[in-house]
């Protein structure tokens, strides 16, 4: 009813400073171990391929949905196409992205909005770990708006066809070199 304006209580430099320090230091990678530990992001098909896909848990049903229309997942969402699922998407665990893009030619990255933070994070861990895998994202993907199921179609069949994984006018898949069934279905990064 009468509240009272205590100027203490408002945090501001340099007293913030301290605060970043601390999240840097401490919180920053405690929230990596957790995710890591637990195996929060999940891994699919991890090395059938030389080309994958990084897609926000949100998004992985309409991934699948639009891989399965092009022959290269099945119903129950084993794919033929290396899935890293990033069902927690802040932080990102620079360890488990590294290993999942190591001896990849190119990743997608499909995230939804604008800017494009997840795939320009992926592009500075790809760098900072010295690896040469191709990052696409808006470039194949829209820079806006809501990722329909036939939008993810059609920018996954961009991306795929510039792999040589799908005829750009043809609806079907070509063939991939086929992957052990161990290695089709989950596994944690």
Same mark, same amino acid.
């Given at each position: 009813?009468s509240?009272?304006?205590d100027?203490?209580?408002?945090?501001l430099?340099?007293a913030s400073?301290?605060?970043?320090? =601390? #999240?840097?230091?401490?919180r920053?990678?405690?929230?990596?171990?957790?995710?890591?530990?637990?195996?929060?992001? =999940?891994?699919?098909?991890?090395?059938?391929?030389?080309i994958g896909?990084?897609v926000? +848990?949100?998004? /992985?049903?309409?991934?699948?949905?639009a891989?399965?229309?092009?022959?290269?997942?099945? +119903?129950?969402?084993r794919?033929r196409?290396?899935?890293y699922v990033?069902?927690?998407? /802040?932080?990102?665990?620079?360890?488990?992205?590294a290993?999942?893009?190591? +001896? #990849?030619?190119a990743?997608?990255?499909? =995230?939804e909005?604008?800017?494009?933070?997840l795939?320009q994070?992926?592009?500075?861990?790809l760098?900072?770990?010295?690896?040469?895998?191709?990052?696409?994202?808006k470039?194949?993907?829209?820079?806006?708006?809501? /990722?329909?199921?036939?939008?993810?179609?059609?920018?996954?069949?961009?991306?795929?066809?510039?792999?040589?994984?799908?005829a750009?006018?043809?609806?079907k898949a %070509?063939?991939? #070199?086929?992957?052990a069934?161990?290695? %089709?279905?989950?596994?944690?990064v």
């Open positions: 009813e509240p009272q304006r100027a203490n209580r408002i945090v430099p340099p400073f301290e605060h970043e320090v =601390e #999240k840097v230091r401490d920053w990678p405690a929230a990596q171990r957790f995710i890591a530990e637990r195996g929060l992001n =999940e891994c699919f098909a991890a090395d059938a391929d030389s896909i990084v926000l +848990g949100g998004l /992985y049903n309409g991934v699948v949905r891989l399965e229309r092009l022959g290269l997942a099945d +119903g129950f969402g794919s196409v290396p899935l990033l069902n927690v998407a /802040y932080p990102l665990v620079d360890d488990e992205v290993r999942f893009c190591a +001896g #990849k030619d990743v997608l990255v499909v =995230e909005g604008q800017p494009n933070y795939e994070n992926l592009a500075l861990i760098r900072r770990a010295g690896l040469a895998t191709a990052l696409h994202g470039d194949v993907l829209p820079m806006a708006g809501e /990722y329909t199921a036939a939008e993810l179609g059609r920018g996954l069949r961009r991306f795929l066809s510039r792999h040589g994984r799908v750009p006018e043809s609806p %070509i063939e991939l #070199k086929p992957a069934p161990a290695q %089709i279905g989950r596994a944690h």
